[in-house]
DNA sequence: ACTCCACAGGAAAATTGGGGTA
DNA sequence: TACCCCAATTTTCCTGTGGAGT
């Protein structure tokens, strides 16, 4: 038998591909989202009567379909009014600079490779001046679709919404429409009543599915992917079950199946059940982990070294201060720069925003007010990835302290004599109180 | 009531670094 | 080569703050 063969795509269990089960696949059909899809056509269709459709701004959590949606939705109109319309696709999660977005709207509008911007150095209005002469200098409608819009608001206050929402107007016979996609309900909030009103000409609500939609969904997408009988009824109830508990996420369903039907066809197994459900959730969480801690920039990954490592020393939670201080030990032993305590102050919250740290700002009276610290995960595992790092790798920890300073926190003479592990608890308490 | 710790976190200045033009 | 423009990142400077100690 061939080493290969238990590998390779002829498996017993698939019957087509796996792409489909993928977040950024397109399928071909919605369900449950045929209302909101007929939402978005009746505004658009306004293009093929020869009128600019309103803006709209689409709202939903993550995994609700809004950004597939949207894509299929544009895709159609593009196949249906042709050279009549031109769809740009911008997701503001990777361009959420005014700069940024609208080069990349240009470079979406250029013909060739010779009259793209370079990815820095034009002034704005330079660039502004291209977008706008480019639209006019060709007829028809455009269609800009602003995915993850919120990115672009909290960064900056609406300057690169305003910028857009210009352009429209500059645009010869406002030929041009927005899109906005965004998970924040309350995006609009902020903003100038003029900016809010022109955003929200229409907007569509992507609610979240429940449990019996993500079953649906999933059995829709599954056909033709896996042979016959292969996933348990059960293991796609649980499938949703998971999807639902996360806020209806179609997307981490979705994801789980996949793996789950990955993990089956490594290990050779004939079904999928409730256990390699399970087991994909179990990888899954892992990998997004290790996937957070990789990707990280080198003086985060040595931010939360310093508090690992600081953890390791006790379990009790750290304050700001003792990070802080360990972490210029370790730039000092590793031979780095080390950044100032505001700056690091803000990398710990960056990484209480990924989930890898948790933080409750507390008062202690007299011994001031800083942030309570715990590592959220095993801490052997955190620092393996870390060290993973080349430039960590050599990291030795010979200069890692834990001062005791929650000794003079508790200054008065009943809890100075806490042991370690009462003293431990009483910690842990004032944490997970804050903890909702 | 007042002090004062040990920071949080906002605002603005300064630095960095790509890219341009003279 | 020198110098300007621009955006992003960090630093500097700052004001604010909850509550134990006094």
């Given at each position: 038998m061939n080493l290969f063969s238990k590998y390779s795509g002829s498996s017993d269990l698939l019957a087509g591909d796996l792409g489909r089960l993928s977040g950024s696949y397109v399928p071909e059909s919605f369900p449950h989202r045929e209302t909101e899809i007929d939402h978005i056509v009746r505004i658009l269709?306004?293009?093929?009567?020869?009128?600019?459709?309103?803006?709209?701004?689409?709202?939903?959590?993550?995994?609700?379909?809004?950004?597939?949606?949207?894509?299929?939705?544009?895709?159609?109109?593009?196949?249906?009014?042709?050279?009549?319309?031109?769809?740009?696709?911008?997701?503001?999660?990777?361009?959420?600079?005014?700069?940024?977005?609208?080069?990349?709207?240009?470079?979406?509008?250029?013909?060739?490779?010779?009259?793209?911007?370079?990815?820095?150095?034009?002034?704005?209005?330079?660039?502004?001046?291209?977008?706008?002469?480019?639209?006019?200098?060709?007829?028809?409608?455009?269609?800009?679709?602003?995915?993850?819009?919120?990115?672009?608001?909290?960064?900056?206050?609406?300057?690169?919404?305003?910028?857009?929402?210009?352009?429209?107007?500059?645009?010869?016979?406002?030929?041009?429409?927005?899109?906005?996609?965004?998970?924040?309900?309350?995006?609009?909030?902020?903003?100038?009543?003029?900016?809010?009103?022109?955003?929200?000409?229409?907007?569509?609500?992507?609610?979240?599915?429940?449990?019996?939609?993500?079953?649906?969904?999933?059995?829709?997408?599954?056909?033709g992917v896996v042979k016959a009988n292969v996933v348990e009824e059960s293991a796609i109830n649980l499938c949703a079950a998971l999807g639902a508990q996360e806020h209806g996420d179609a997307r981490k369903a979705l994801d789980l199946m996949r793996i789950s039907v990955e993990i089956a066809m490594r290990e050779g197994r004939k079904t999928i059940t409730d256990k390699e459900i399970y087991e994909a959730r179990d990888r899954f969480e892992m990998d997004v982990v290790k996937e957070a801690i990789k990707t990280l920039p080198l003086q985060s990954k040595i931010v939360l070294l310093s508090a690992v490592v600081t953890q390791e020393l006790s379990s009790k939670l750290m304050i700001t201060g003792e990070i802080y201080e360990n972490y210029r030990n370790i730039c000092n032993e590793l031979g780095f720069m080390s950044l100032t305590s505001r700056r690091v102050s803000d990398i710990l919250s960056e990484l209480e925003d990924f989930g890898l740290l948790s933080a409750t700002t507390r008062s202690m009276g007299r011994y001031g007010r800083t942030r309570f610290i715990k590592v959220m995960g095993q801490l052997d595992l955190f620092k393996k990835h870390l060290l993973e790092d080349d430039n960590l790798s050599m990291f030795q920890g010979s200069r890692i302290v834990r001062q005791s300073r929650f000794e003079n926190v508790f200054g008065n003479k009943e809890e100075r004599n806490l042991t370690d592990r009462e003293l431990e608890n009483k910690l842990s308490n004032f944490a997970d109180a804050d903890l909702q």
């Open positions: 269709s306004s293009i093929m009567r020869d009128s600019r459709p309103s803006n709209i701004l689409i709202y939903g959590k993550t995994g609700t379909g809004k950004t597939s949606t949207t894509q299929y939705v544009t895709k159609m109109l593009s196949e249906a009014a042709g050279e009549k319309v031109r769809v740009c696709f911008v997701n503001c999660q990777v361009h959420d600079s005014p700069y940024s977005i609208l080069t990349t709207l240009v470079n979406e509008l250029s013909e060739g490779k010779d009259d793209l911007i370079p990815p820095m150095g034009w002034p704005l209005d330079r660039i502004y001046g291209e977008l706008i002469a480019r639209i006019n200098g060709k007829g028809g409608y455009y269609v800009l679709v602003l995915d993850e819009i919120d990115r672009l608001l909290q960064k900056n206050g609406g300057d690169s919404l305003y910028v857009l929402l210009k352009v429209i107007d500059d645009s010869t016979s406002s030929r041009t429409s927005l899109i906005g996609i965004t998970n924040d309900a309350n995006i609009l909030d902020g903003l100038e009543p003029r900016i809010r009103s022109r955003m929200n000409q229409e907007s569509i609500l992507f609610s979240p599915y429940n449990a019996s939609d993500l079953r649906d969904i999933i059995s829709f997408r599954l056909k």
